[in-house]
């Protein structure tokens, strides 16, 4: 008869079992009281990501060679990496000194 006893334990742990989870689940129940807040609510504001867009704008076109003219009086591609190094505007360059001055080492052949 050993297999009946092993049914009855095993009613055993399953009532055992049903009557612990009930227990949990009585305690975890709201009580009227509990439904209603004790501090006041937090006002929430929303502002969208989207409020300060500003969509793209055409730029005035200029003339490629009146460009190049300005790169070349600045000082060619170095001067805007230096812009980037030093985080100073990149000046007109009216007046600046010759890029290519020194390259000869005064030697002009």
């Keep these: 008869m050993p297999f009946t006893h092993h049914i009855s334990s095993t009613r055993a742990c399953l ?3 049903c009557a612990i989870f009930a227990g949990a689940a009585a305690a ?19 502002k969208s990501a989207l409020s300060n867009f500003k969509p793209y704008t ?3 076109i200029e003339s ?3 460009a190049n003219d300005l790169v070349g009086r600045i000082g060619g591609w170095r001067s805007y990496a230096k812009e980037i190094a030093t985080g100073e505007a990149v000046k007109d360059g009216t ?11 005064g030697d002009q052949r």
């Design 28 to 46: 975890q129940a709201v009580s009227p009281t509990e439904t209603t807040p004790t501090r006041p609510l937090v006002q929430v504001e929303y």
């Design 95 to 105: 007046g600046g000194a010759d890029p290519h001055a020194g390259h000869h080492k």
């Design 64 to 66: 490629w060679v009146k």
């Design 58 to 60: 055409d730029q005035a």
């Design 15 to 17: 009532a055992l079992s």
